[in-house]
């Protein structure tokens, strides 16, 4: 992603405001015309002759010695022909002088008024700049063809403006990220062979939408399914679509189309789809920036506009799906997501092999070692960490790298992070595993609650430290009384394991806390499942005004909102209680988990429910564990549970 583009800086200012120097170019131009063609008619004026400025007096003693032959006079200065007609005198006309006349015709010399500009000067002169501003107009557009690779008001050579390219990369080079890999797999295939799936009347997803930090290979994972299948690759920033013109965005998605569907089979990749595709209805944007939303709906329009039989697919990446307009997510559009996560330590060894295996590396060097150092840090900085080994041992003249030079290079590496604090501390990552493990058992141990799919302390790009993902029973539209219950548990039980096996709270909970708080007010209030309030609705939700959300109105008494938050408080604490005691019932258990989250940084459910039943059994408890479940897909929503606060403010634009 654009983020180590370095290229993106060479950019002089001319080039990032193209229409400030157009126009200090073109005032610069008309001022020097100006004086160009300014008085005296110049020397545009009469070409052909040689011209002499004289004095008014020499004039008059031309005319009595009858000198010139014909004298034209104008608004401001007089030309008077010589008598051999090679030469022109030109002088300024000494107002309220009448002397000249009568010696002109006392002299029997022709003379004549003439207006001071002719059609030449008069047409060059609008003529001339104007189509040196076109020039520069033109010169700008091409420029800007390039630097965008795209089209500017479809001028000229509408075709080939978007660029392809025929990828050489392979899944071998995408290293860590299987489960990704494994999801564009199919993509792939039908790339390969779409008359296959056409025959057969399968539909094949048209938007796929790659979900990761910064720098874990989204832009190298696309590369290499076009690689793989073998078909071209068109590449676009959706940010370079609103940089330029009013009205360019729109027109280079149709070209991008056009060009990608003349070409397919073949892969569209929108990289920072966020750009162009951010929710339309964020108050933030009121007022509305025209040229996006003119060019997201130019690509919500070709997406809707090509069958599912045409082999265009179409990826996209962005670290921040949940900003996306839901428009972009419909059916049809991108209606599928692939998480592209930052490695775990397995992860992270095999991408270190795959940089390592064109640079010389000494046999002292140990891969675990340094994956080991790098947690937190993405594909990107562990190609950066390979190579920059490459140059310190290169500029101390060693035939190797070695263990010292990887050192050397994590430790800056790690320095330039700290900064950005993307990487947790050893204090940190202990709670955030103990905080994990607390959702997971009550996931886990929870009638109704939903199973855990992966647990993880690796830091998300996003906001979340760690995170737990779990797994949806079955497309759900409601839920059950109970599971709401469950669903409180689970989030409480993040908080409690930090009370429990660090001795004290966090901040890390805030996100839970707060959805925990709501789940139950939405069971008081909205769904009727409260004794206080019994089937009474205290809160409606309205379609404000201007469309932008909802907009709650209260109808209940202060005597009811007091008995709520009394009702919401006691039942947090009693369920808190619980999920207090089944922490501790299940000590050894978590310690487990910890222990493994440690080494692995990422487990699986499977993992979990493996600890959980064989310390069950060991103690002969009778198990809480519901262990029938079988392959269901991960849902892709992060249980954005320890939250760094600060991280989501300063991500917010
Ligand atoms: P993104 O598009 O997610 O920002 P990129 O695909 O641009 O990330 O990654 C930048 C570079 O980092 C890649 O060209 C590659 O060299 C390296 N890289 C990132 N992720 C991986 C990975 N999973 N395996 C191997 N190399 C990676
Ligand atoms: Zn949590």
Do not use: C
Not at 200 to 217: D, E, Q, R, Y
Not at 384 to 406: F, H, P
């Amino acid at each position: 992603m654009a983020n180590n583009d370095n290229n993106k800086d060479n950019n002089n200012f001319f080039n990032k405001n193209p229409l400030i120097t157009f126009a200090i170019l073109s005032v610069v131009i008309i001022g020097v015309f100006k004086i160009l063609v300014g008085t005296n008619g110049g020397a545009l004026g009469n070409a052909s002759k040689r011209t002499e400025q004289v004095s008014y007096s020499k004039l008059k003693s031309l005319v009595n010695s009858k000198s010139v032959s014909k004298v034209e006079i104008g608004q401001s200065y007089i030309k008077a022909t010589g008598s051999n007609g090679a030469i022109i005198y030109t002088t300024r006309i000494v107002k309220g002088d009448t002397k000249l006349v009568e010696a002109l015709d006392t002299q029997g010399i022709e003379y004549q008024g003439f207006s001071e500009t002719n059609w030449f000067t008069e047409m060059f002169g609008w003529l001339f700049p104007f189509l040196l501003i076109i020039g520069i107009w033109m010169f700008f557009a091409g420029r800007m063809q390039k630097s965008m690779g795209g089209g500017l008001l479809g001028m000229g050579n509408s075709k080939k403006m978007v660029n392809s390219e025929k990828p050489d990369t392979k899944f071998d080079d995408v290293a860590g990220v299987e489960e990704a890999k494994e999801e564009v797999q199919e993509i792939v295939d039908f790339l390969k062979y779409p008359a296959r799936y056409v025959e057969i009347g399968a539909k094949i997803p048209k938007g796929v939408l790659l979900v990761g930090s910064p720098g874990t290979g989204k832009t190298l994972l696309a590369k290499a399914v076009a690689g793989e299948a073998d078909v071209p690759f068109f590449s676009v920033t959706g940010s370079s679509f609103i940089e330029m013109f009013v009205g360019v965005g729109a027109a280079r998605v149709r070209d991008l189309f056009e060009q990608a569907k003349k070409d397919a089979p073949s892969i569209i990749f929108i990289d920072e789809i966020d750009a162009i595709g951010k929710s339309r209805a964020n108050g933030a944007n009121m007022g509305g920036n025209d040229e996006r939303e003119q060019t997201l709906n130019q690509l919500l329009a070709e997406m809707d506009g090509f069958g599912t039989n045409t082999p265009v697919i179409i990826l996209a990446a962005t670290n921040r799906p949940e900003i996306l307009d839901q428009a972009l997510l419909r059916p049809g559009r991108f209606d599928r997501q692939v998480l592209v996560d930052k490695p775990d330590f397995e992860g992270r060894v095999k991408i270190l092999k795959v940089h390592m295996k064109n640079v010389k590396m000494d046999g002292d060097v140990d891969v675990e070692e340094v994956a080991r150092l790098t947690a937190g840090l993405t594909g990107a900085d562990l190609a950066n960490i390979v190579n920059e080994g490459a140059l310190l041992a290169g500029r101390k003249s060693q035939k190797t790298v070695k263990q010292k030079d990887l050192f050397e290079s994590v430790e800056r590496a790690l320095a330039g992070l700290a900064k950005k604090s993307r990487r947790i501390n050893p204090k940190e990552k202990k709670i955030v595993a103990y905080h994990e493990s607390g959702h997971a058992l009550l996931a886990e141990t929870t009638v109704g609650a939903k199973k855990v799919s992966k647990v993880s302390i690796v830091p998300r790009g996003l906001a979340a430290l760690g995170y737990t993902l779990n797994k949806p029973e079955e497309n759900r539209f409601m839920m059950q009384r109970h599971e709401m219950w469950a669903e409180v548990d689970v989030l409480l039980g993040g908080r409690a394991a930090e009370e429990v096996f660090i001795g004290e709270i966090s901040t890390g909970a805030g996100n839970d806390l707060e959805r925990a708080t709501d789940i139950i007010k939405s069971m008081v209030q909205t769904y009727g499942m409260s004794d206080i309030a019994g089937l009474m609705v205290l809160e409606k939700s309205r379609q404000s005004f201007l469309g932008g959300g909802q907009q709650a109105t209260r109808e209940y008494s202060d005597k009811m909102a007091e008995n709520m938050d009394e009702f919401i408080k006691s039942s947090l604490q009693e369920h808190y209680e619980v999920v207090v005691a089944r922490l501790e019932e299940y000590r050894d258990a978590i310690e487990d988990m910890v222990a493994l989250l440690y080494k692995k940084e990422n487990i699986t459910g499977d993992e979990v429910r493996e600890i959980l039943i064989s310390f069950e059994k060991k103690n002969n408890m009778e198990s809480k564990v519901d262990n029938t479940l079988d392959e269901i897909t991960e849902e892709l929503k992060v249980d954005a549970s320890m939250i760094d606060k600060s991280q989501v403010e300063s991500d917010e634009d």
